[in-house]
């Protein structure tokens, strides 16, 4: 199959030769596919231009529409939803990561100890394609059969940095002290330095909080995008963690914080009763 992505909200000047493409036959014939990716970004004009081109589409022709969300009341997401085309996949939660682990563990004949499962969650994040990656290294480090404990995890599993900062974020906002502790732990015994973790932390309540700002005055995810000049899939993501002042309060911690690690306190302890206050 040849195929072709786009995404609505940086692409969307190549949309009309992507259909052309699309509805012209391949000069080798064969199955071809046009993907969107942030379709949820699509306005009317390029929605009608799809709709217009669909009918035109041969059996070997397809179009694929991925967004976060599916407002129906647009035409586009109301003619996929009549046609039986339309598919929802709930983000999965730390929650549900965990039973994914175990079921990819299984599929490669372990049993995986509940630490060992919620470990190798909080290295590697929620994504199933880098958790099934991930389990697949952990499987072939520990030998068949073999039940799979936290060292195991320890070994080879990798801990990106960039994620697990975001995680930090995202358990403080969602008040999950015990889960920040976690990460912030894997960080430090990682060797990542304890003021440069602070600032990539600072980094992302900036961002949270310049969002929550421009939300508050009533502006949507497209328009707080242009205005940050980021992409609206980040915005969707950080949109509804927490009010503006909040993320003021966590700055005005992190600051205070940032003090204490260059003085003589105990770098883990100061931290980690930052991170108390801040999910608080």
């Known amino acids: 199959m040849r195929g072709r992505t786009l995404w609505a909200d940086e692409d969307l000047d190549r949309l009309p030769a992507a259909l052309d493409d699309l509805t012209s ?11 969107i990716r942030h379709a949820d970004a699509l306005r009317e004009p390029a929605q009608e231009a799809i709709l217009a081109r669909l009918p035109a589409l041969g059996a070997g022709g397809s179009v694929v529409l991925v967004a976060r969300a599916a407002d129906q009341r ?41 630490a060992a499962a919620e470990e190798l969650v909080d290295r590697s ?35 990106g940095r960039a994620h697990e900062v975001q995680e930090l974020t995202d358990r403080l906002a969602a008040r999950d002290h015990a889960g920040a502790i976690r990460i912030l732990r894997t960080l430090l015994d990682e060797g990542e330095p304890p ?13 949270a909080l310049h969002v929550a700002e421009l939300g508050e005055r009533g502006l949507g995810p497209g328009a707080i995008a ?44 100061v931290f980690e009763a930052a991170l108390l206050e801040m999910a608080r």
């Open 25 to 35: 036959p391949p000069l080798f014939g064969g199955a071809q596919s046009l993907v």
């Open 226 to 269: 242009a205005q940050l000049g980021i992409s609206s899939w980040l915005v969707q993501r950080v949109a509804g963690r927490g009010r503006a002042r909040d993320f003021e309060r966590s700055l005005q911690v992190l600051r205070r914080l940032d003090l204490e690690l260059k003085s003589s306190r105990p770098t883990e302890a």
């Open 125 to 159: 994040g929620q994504d199933l394609g880098v958790l099934a990656s991930e389990v697949e290294k952990v499987s072939l480090h520990a030998g068949s059969g073999v039940r799979i404990q936290p060292q195991h995890v320890r070994a080879v599993a990798t801990a």
């Open 195 to 207: 003021i440069r973790a602070a600032a990539f932390l600072a980094a992302h309540l900036r961002r």
């Open 74 to 114: 647009r035409r586009l997401v109301a003619a996929c939803v009549r046609a039986g085309a339309a598919f929802g996949f709930p983000r999965v939660d730390v929650r549900g990561a965990h039973g994914w682990v175990v079921r990819f563990a299984r599929e490669h004949g372990h049993e995986i100890v509940p």
